[in-house]
């Protein structure tokens, strides 16, 4: 089993920015990709940015230019810097870690 813990969510102003980590713990040699992914009310669950282990990325069209993913496979965590904050990024986000692991969910909510 894995266990992701994530942390850093919160209430930021619109272009404001935050840090989301996760961190995994268990049978991590399991991991292959890492991610996070969101869910606005009323919506989908959607991919916002992913990477994997050997290090390629991949974002949405919308968070390219304003998110960045990054890995740490020495401390087992991913984390999402997300810059210039708009209220379209208000949802939960998700830490993702491959194949099917997910996090309990981190609230982030941007205001106009």
């Known amino acids: 089993q894995v266990q992701l813990v994530e942390s850093g969510g919160g209430l930021v102003q619109a272009g404001g920015s935050l840090r989301l980590s996760c961190a995994a713990s268990?049978?991590?040699?399991?991991?292959?990709?890492m991610g996070w992914y969101r869910q606005a009310p009323g919506k989908q669950r959607e991919l916002v940015a992913a990477?994997?282990?050997?290090?390629?990325?991949n974002y949405a069209d919308s968070v390219k230019g304003r998110f960045t993913i990054s890995r740490d496979k020495v401390k087992n965590t991913v984390s999402l810097q997300m810059n210039s904050l708009k209220p379209e990024d208000t949802g939960v986000y998700y830490c993702?870690?491959?194949?099917?692991?997910w996090g309990q969910g981190t609230q982030v909510t941007v205001s106009s």
């Open positions: 993702y870690g491959g194949p099917g692991y």
């Open positions: 268990g049978s991590i040699f399991s991991i292959d990709a």
């Open positions: 990477v994997t282990s050997g290090g390629n990325t």
